[in-house]
């Protein structure tokens, strides 16, 4: 064979494999099989309707980026917070990981990679808990429960030991992530249900072992790495007077010493009978009277009014529980509504009913169907209600013809290019196909010849 035909040839697998690496021949089946399969719903976006008054948020994992859930995600909400994999467990794999300085930061810099591509504030949950936290983070350095230890001078070194872990840990976080968090939970849980060790703090190995030192150093500590930050003190039930109170003198106390504390986090886990709307507005106004942020960062409101109703499956709930559940999610939005100068963000605790940590709890066996989305990831009647509008009714045609000006005009323009794409996808097969042509025909003119 002569150079040039060699040379030809080359040539045409040269451009075969470079046409054949484009991206564009390369969509996978999966991804456009959802494409076609699931288009979020044509209702007005929950960021859009709250837009004048906070971010709207969402607790999710990594897979939630993906399909149906990512979708919704994209479409609903501007705020994200990891609902595990930001904890310390998460972060820390081993004890020799962490002397080593080795942390693993993979799930966590997908959601915090998702959330600058797509324009969403990140809320960091949580860097101090006394839950989902190493337990050898809390044994000297024998391997012994550090609460255990009557020698007073042994006990000063242990809180020593295990201050200075949790320096090193919030160190390694805040670093990395500095400058990309709307809100830190530096700290979660760390009232108790009751009196707890008389002043209402949880008796954690934390506070056993350091006093308050724990809260006090964690949030200096996150100021100083990142001073632009907003630092937030998490709890559930702070609407119950008593829990709300021993908060509240908690946070007088530590702004006291010069504790930079600037919001607190309402986890807002209810139900539909449980607690009155006016006792979680009051508690909001209680925590704005300091100058203090509130952010409501676990929403969810189960339809169950106690433990001994049971439905197991989404088939069995009855259509007046989500009726029930419309007004009360009505009710409680409107309340954010009223108090929004003091709320910045509303973060539900799950996109849509499919997934929750709620189905099996508290009761083993049931499910429960928390939010404003279905397992189908469908509006319910609880949408409509906080969105203010009925459904198919003249305003909610009214806030989709609105909401679709917008989208069609999004929609013109990936269809441009989309043809842009196809033009091009003509041209490179044309010029395939006669270069072929013209290949073929030379071969053979040789071979005559
Ligand atoms: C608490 C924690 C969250 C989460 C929920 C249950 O509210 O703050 O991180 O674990 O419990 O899912």
Same mark, same amino acid.
């Given at each position: 064979m002569s150079k040039r035909i060699c040379l030809f040839i080359l040539l045409f697998f040269l451009i075969n494999v470079i046409i054949t690496s484009?991206?564009?021949?390369?969509?996978s089946a999966d991804e456009n099989e959802n494409a076609e399969e699931f288009q979020p719903e044509n209702i007005a976006p929950l960021r859009d309707l709250f837009a004048d008054y906070f971010y709207i948020g969402a607790a999710v994992e990594?897979?939630?980026?993906?399909h149906e859930f990512g979708q919704m995600l994209e479409y609903h909400y501007n705020m994200i917070v990891a609902e595990n994999v930001m904890k310390p467990e998460a972060i820390v794999r081993s004890k020799e990981d962490f002397e080593n300085g080795n942390f693993n930061w993979t799930s966590a810099d997908i959601l915090f990679d998702y959330a600058e591509k797509h324009g969403m504030k990140m809320r960091y949950?949580?860097?101090?808990?006394?839950?989902?936290?190493?337990?050898?983070?809390?044994?000297?350095?024998?391997?012994?429960?550090?609460?255990?230890?009557?020698d007073p001078e042994k006990q000063k070194a242990n809180k020593e030991l295990l201050l200075e872990r949790m320096r090193k840990y919030i160190t390694a976080v805040v670093e990395r992530y500095k400058g990309r968090?709307?809100?830190?939970?530096?700290?979660?849980?760390?009232?108790?249900?009751?009196?707890g060790n008389g002043?209402?703090?949880?008796?954690?190995k934390w506070l056993q072992i350091t006093g308050t030192d724990f809260i006090e150093e964690a949030f200096k500590l996150v100021r100083e790495l990142d001073p632009d930050a907003k630092l937030v003190i998490n709890d559930y039930n702070t609407h119950i007077p008593s829990k709300r109170d021993y908060l509240y003198n908690l946070i007088v106390d530590l702004q006291e010493k010069g504790t930079p504390i600037d919001g607190v986090g309402h986890?807002?886990?209810?139900?539909?009978?449980?607690?009155?709307i006016r006792e979680i507005g009051e508690s909001i106004e209680k925590f704005a009277s300091l100058g203090l942020d509130n952010e409501i960062t676990e929403l969810d409101l189960s339809i169950?009014?106690?433990?001994?109703e049971v439905y197991h499956? !989404? *088939? +069995?709930?009855?259509e007046f529980k989500y009726e029930r559940q419309a007004r009360k999610y009505e009710e409680l939005f409107n309340e954010f509504k009223r108090l929004h100068e003091h709320i910045s963000s509303v973060v539900f605790?799950?996109?849509?009913?499919?997934?929750?940590?709620?189905?099996?709890?508290?009761?083993?066996g049931r499910k429960d169907?928390?939010?404003? !989305? *279905? +397992?189908?990831?469908k509006a319910k009647p609880a949408y409509y209600a906080i969105a203010g509008i009925e459904p198919n009714s003249e305003e909610d045609h009214a806030k989709n013809e609105e909401h679709n000006i917008a989208h069609d005009t999004d929609q013109e323009v990936n269809e441009e290019s989309e043809n842009i794409i196809d033009v091009y996808l003509w041209v490179v097969l044309t010029a395939l196909i006669i270069l072929t042509g013209a290949i073929i025909i030379f071969i053979v003119r040789r071979r005559k010849k």
């Open positions: 484009d991206p564009i021949f390369h969509v990594p897979q939630h980026l993906l949950h949580t860097l101090i808990w006394h839950n989902q936290t190493p337990n050898w983070f809390f044994l000297d350095e024998d391997g012994n429960e550090m609460i255990d230890e009557t968090v709307e809100a830190w939970d530096v700290v979660n849980e760390v009232m108790a249900d009751d009196e002043d209402g703090l949880r008796e954690s986890q807002t886990h209810i139900s539909i009978s449980y607690p009155s169950y009014r106690n433990d001994s499956t !989404f *088939d +069995e709930i009855p605790w799950g996109i849509a009913d499919i997934h929750t940590w709620k189905h099996n709890f508290p009761v083993e169907a928390p939010f404003v !989305f *279905d +397992e189908n990831f």
